[in-house]
């Protein structure tokens, strides 16, 4: 037994010391206190595209916009692989220190006033160590001085991995899925989700259709990229 402790503290100390990495750049490995060196930025800055897809009024999706900054290929596709099978937790950092370099995109997401970012099952989070989105949004909430709540939505099974599945079979797969607390301290707010990777919108969407409930002003997702 105390084998399996000690390995599970190893384990523990791991996953923090992923957090206080020497800061480094995320795409070349040089030492930078920004996350992001010069040269990396400006090959990422090539593959920027920032765009926002406006919800046309229907049934079948459940927020207003859809924000998102790269389409998911090359450096970008990279990072967000290292970021969340690699346990390289420290590229929040690169990431948002690259998103607020664009002004459109931070006028956007400043006009939110909660973040809340897709969660994760527990047991995903007892084996990644971190929610990828939730670092991101709190970085977000804390450079843009936004409220980002990250306990009121949450998953309540662990399934199979939507990127194993096809569009029919994500949809299903999905619902039910999220459970939501405190829905009166979310009406009347306009809340930006956040999530790594847009691919058919099924988590976002199922996560909005919750969310909705609280009544809120105004629905938009954020994700770093689009499939
Ligand atoms: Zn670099």
């Known amino acids: ?15 923090i010391l992923n957090l206080i990495y020497p800061p480094v750049c995320g795409i070349c490995g040089k030492l930078n206190e920004n996350f992001l060196c ?10 920027a ?54 002004k459109k995109l931070f006028e956007k997401i400043k006009k939110y006033d909660t973040i809340i970012p897709v969660p994760i099952s527990k047991k995903r989070y007892k084996i990644r160590g971190y929610n990828q989105s939730e670092l991101i949004g709190k970085e977000l909430a804390k450079k843009l001085k936004i409220n980002i709540e990250t306990e009121y939505l949450f998953k309540v ?15 299903k797969n999905i619902q039910g899925v999220y459970k939501l607390i405190n829905k009166e301290k979310l009406e009347n707010k306009k809340i930006l989700l956040i999530d790594d990777v847009y691919t058919t919108g099924s988590t976002v969407n199922e996560c909005s259709k919750i969310l909705r409930k609280a009544n809120p002003k105004k629905i938009g997702v954020f994700t770093l990229a689009k499939d």
């Open 38 to 47: 010069e040269k990396c930025k400006k090959a990422l800055e090539t593959e």
């Open 49 to 102: 595209v920032f765009g926002v897809d406006n919800i046309i009024e229907n049934n079948i999706k459940y927020f207003d916009e859809h924000i998102y900054i790269f389409q998911y290929e090359g450096i970008i596709r990279r990072l967000i692989l290292k970021y969340k099978f690699k346990e390289e937790a420290y590229l929040y950092k690169t990431f948002v220190n690259f998103l607020l370099k664009n």
């Open 157 to 171: 099974k662990n399934i199979i991995e939507q990127s194993k599945l096809s569009k029919e079979e994500r949809t």
């Open 1 to 15: 037994m105390r084998n399996f402790k000690e390995i599970g503290e190893k384990f523990l100390n791991y996953k």
